[in-house]
């Protein structure tokens, strides 16, 4: 078979370039064969690159980064190959839209990466890419007082952010990281962008900028306007737990600390960006000594193994009726972070584009919070065993977003008491109205607080790519989002000229698109909406397991649900939508009615507080007892990231004297260079993009 393949290849290939000036190729039937000749090989293609970039990201060095490089170009001169025959048939003038469908997604993927030609940009662009990741996940934070001793992302300041609940000491791992990190990558994403668009817009004229390409995944015309119209629908619902939490926060903190109307400072929340509250559930639980939903504690002293974690995860996909994992899944995924290399730690998905190479990579511990990320994450496995059988310009999601929201969604499901206490994680479950808002509310620390920072990271992205915001302004308008969207400010002032806070988020320097979380956020609740309906649940929807009913109706929950994945992106998400739940549009009802009962609760609370905030409150601070450094002629405060950095930013230049005996800054910088050398021959990553799934 291999050798026929090869011959139809070269057919077609011939026959592309003898027609290309007299008439494209009408034949649907060539159509077809063209399809299943590209098909196969790119299986091969894909395969291949995907294990060079598994090698690498599992055991990260020297000779498995020129492997991937040399698999990451084989893959870009195939797209861009393919997209180049298909170009040579009319394609547009095809009657069933199905091969349509195929040969529009090979041609627009490959002319995503038509600037692999212009070898000089391509490296540079590639350059850059893999400095900036590096600069992120080398990023270290010393001691001021110490600079021996450093911390790093994770797991040093991310506990750091998570468990203390003392203001300076918070403050300090919230700017150390961003001192660390944004500083360094602040030079390099302008040009980063530049080269990026230039790239989208050579690819397919119609794509203005990035930002532009990422938003046709979704196929909607009205996206940006949808998307506008969900959040106002769910500000509500954030404004109220906003206030509410705010009003904790003051206790904790002291009211000179947080305003009663403004803004919460950002490094109060539990998280590095203040993307999800689950940690300050000690904080702000409604009813203390009711039912703690965390069963960690549980899972550490019955003995749980991260392999359990997996194995319950997996059962639940399979009691469902889906799919379940493979062998050489069990066989080839890393788990745990090994102790004899380096290895990249954010979790991921891999589909090997084989039909049956599936992996899931992960420094897992047992908790959780990690037991709901296996099922996110197994949730995108599920999606690829689903799609298998689709040829490969169809192994995607209906549109990112639904690719996000499967494992969530039977996350929601396996996070219910009664699920816990079927799984062995729960000794009692506490029917009542206040364990119910307990939990409700460690949903909301987790769910509702994420919507805005979801919202925002693309706004700022899009206006970054569309030329909106500029260079200069990247600073002052990524907090102008935090604070409008958020309702949070900084701790400490920011200094524009010097400070990129956005890059000190993965998705940024990594360059991963995020409106895909926002819509997952939005979806996983009208999925768990319909199933619930599907799997015979009455009453309220934060109560619903769907495998909790009869056998019928589970097996019914879980066809629907296989159905719709096993679509694939065969047909625009509209259509894969209407699978489950019976209409065609985005809508923020659900979340809604699985938050009613703590809405009201919330509402009754915040009796007497503002709903909303004041965006020019800033939070007072103690220059010298927040490591600052006050000018000798006493002008101003200059924070520690700004003292001896060679700027001067005092008028009389006090903060670059003495500076021998001044801790410098994190450091790093050694370790970047040399890896920056061995990145100098990286070929494109655009597509890869489209193929390894991550957390938020
Ligand atoms: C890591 O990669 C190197 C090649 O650079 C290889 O020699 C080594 O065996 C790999 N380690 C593991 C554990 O796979
Ligand atoms: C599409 O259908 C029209 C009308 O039936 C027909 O004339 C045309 O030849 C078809 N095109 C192809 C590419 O088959
Ligand atoms: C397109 O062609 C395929 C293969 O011949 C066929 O299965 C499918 O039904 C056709 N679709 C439409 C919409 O005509
Ligand atoms: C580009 O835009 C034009 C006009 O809106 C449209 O007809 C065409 O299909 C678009 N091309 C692509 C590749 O999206
Ligand atoms: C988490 O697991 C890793 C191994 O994957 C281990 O080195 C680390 O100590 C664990 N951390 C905690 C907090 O249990
Ligand atoms: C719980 O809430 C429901 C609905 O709000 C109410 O009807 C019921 O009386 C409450 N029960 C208790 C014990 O407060
Ligand atoms: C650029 O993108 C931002 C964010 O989506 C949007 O608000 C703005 O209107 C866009 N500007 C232009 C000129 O397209
Ligand atoms: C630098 O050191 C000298 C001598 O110790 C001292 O007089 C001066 O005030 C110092 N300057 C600053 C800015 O700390
Ligand atoms: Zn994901």
């Given amino acids: 078979m291999p050798a026929q393949k090869e011959i139809l290849y070269l057919v077609f290939l011939a026959l592309a370039v003898r027609t290309v000036r007299l008439q494209l190729i009408g034949s649907e039937d060539h159509g077809w064969a063209f399809i299943w000749d590209y098909n196969g090989r790119a299986e091969q293609v894909y395969y291949d690159s995907m294990v060079a ?98 911390l790093s992302l994770n797991p040093d300041l991310s506990d750091c952010l998570a468990n203390n609940h003392n203001y300076d000491r918070l403050r300090f791992c919230w700017e150390g990281w961003r001192d660390a990190v944004g500083r360094k990558l602040k030079d390099k994403y302008p040009r980063f962008v530049e080269l990026s668009n230039q790239a989208v817009h050579q690819g397919v004229p119609n794509w203005t900028d990035t930002g532009a390409y990422w938003r046709s995944w979704y196929e909607t015309a009205d996206f940006q306007e949808q998307l506008e119209n969900l959040y106002n629908q ?46 300050i559930y000690d904080l702000v639980e409604p009813y203390p000594g009711k039912t703690s939903i965390d069963v960690t504690s549980k899972m550490l002293s019955d003995g749980w193994t991260v392999d359990r974690m997996f194995r319950i995860s997996d059962d639940f996909f399979k009691e469902m009726g889906l799919i379940e994992m493979p062998q050489n899944f069990w066989d080839n995924s890393m788990f745990v972070k090994p102790a004899d290399r380096e290895v ?75 699920h816990l206490q079927t799984i062995g994680l729960l000794d009692t479950v506490e029917d009542d109205n206040e364990s119910d808002i307990n939990f409700l509310m460690s949903m909301a620390l987790d769910k509702i ?63 991963h698109p995020y409106m895909r979380y926002f819509v997952s956020y939005v979806l996983q609740f009208q999925f768990h909406k319909a199933l619930c309906e599907t799997s015979g649940h009455t009453g309220p929807l934060h109560k619903c397991d769907i495998s909790a009913g009869t056998e019928a109706q589970k097996a019914a929950a879980g066809e629907k649900l296989a159905r719709m994945l096993q679509m694939g992106s065969s047909q625009e998400w509209p259509d ?36 909303g905030w004041d965006d020019t409150w800033t939070p007072p601070y103690d220059c010298e007892a927040t490591d600052g450094f006050t000018c000798k002629d006493g002008s101003r405060c200059v924070r520690p990231g700004d003292r001896c950095d060679g700027v001067n930013d005092c008028a009389d230049k006090s903060d670059e004297q003495n500076c021998s005996i001044v801790p410098t800054g994190p ?30």
């Fill in 449 to 511: 607080s994420f919507l805005p920072f979801g919202y925002l990271m693309d706004q700022w992205r899009w206006g970054v790519f569309n030329g909106s915001i500029t260079p200069a302004t990247y600073n002052q308008e990524w907090w102008k989002l935090r604070t409008r969207y958020q309702g949070i400010v900084p701790p400490v002032p920011r200094n524009n000229d010097k400070d990129f806070d956005p890059g000190c988020k993965y998705h940024v320097p990594a360059n």
């Fill in 576 to 611: 894969a939508m209407e699978v489950i739940t019976g209409q065609r549009d985005m809508s923020a009802q659900p979340i809604v009615d699985y938050f009613q009962p703590l809405i009201d609760w919330l509402e009754q609370q915040n009796q007497g507080e503002t709903l």
């Fill in 234 to 279: 769910l500000k509500p619902l954030y404004n109220n737990l906003h206030a509410y939490v705010r009003k904790k926060l003051r206790e904790q903190y002291g009211q000179d600390k947080i305003s009663a109307t403004g803004p919460i400072p950002a490094h109060l929340l539990g998280n590095m960006w203040s993307q999800s509250w689950s940690n």
């Fill in 344 to 418: 990249v730690c954010h979790a991921s998905a891999w589909d090997f584009y084989n039909a049956h190479d599936v992996r899931i990579k992960m420094c897992s511990n047992v908790s959780m919070q990690d037991l709901v990320t296996i099922h996110h994450e197994m949730g995108h496995i599920e999606y690829y065993l689903q799609y298998k059988h689709q040829p490969v310009p169809f192994r995607r999601g209906g549109n990112p977003g639904f690719h996000e929201a499967v494992g969530d969604l039977l996350a929601l499901s396996v996070s219910t008491p009664t």
């Fill in 667 to 696: 450091t790093g910088g050694a370790a970047v260079s040399t890896v920056t050398n061995f990145a100098s021959t990286v070929v494109c990553v655009l597509v890869a993009l489209l193929m390894v799934n991550l957390v938020p």
């Fill in 53 to 150: 970039r598994w090698n690498y990201n599992t055991n990260l060095t020297l000779e498995n980064s020129l492997k991937q490089d040399e698999a990451n170009f084989i893959e870009a001169h195939f797209d861009k190959q393919a997209a180049q025959i298909a170009s040579n048939f009319d394609w547009q003038n095809f009657n069933n839209t199905t091969l349509k469908r195929l040969f529009r997604k090979i041609t627009l993927l490959g002319t995503a990466v038509n600037h692999i030609d212009q070898a000089r940009e391509a490296r540079e662009y590639n350059n850059l890419l893999a400095e900036m990741r590096l600069i992120y996940s080398t990023g270290k934070v010393c001691e001021y007082h110490n600079p021996s001793s450093c």
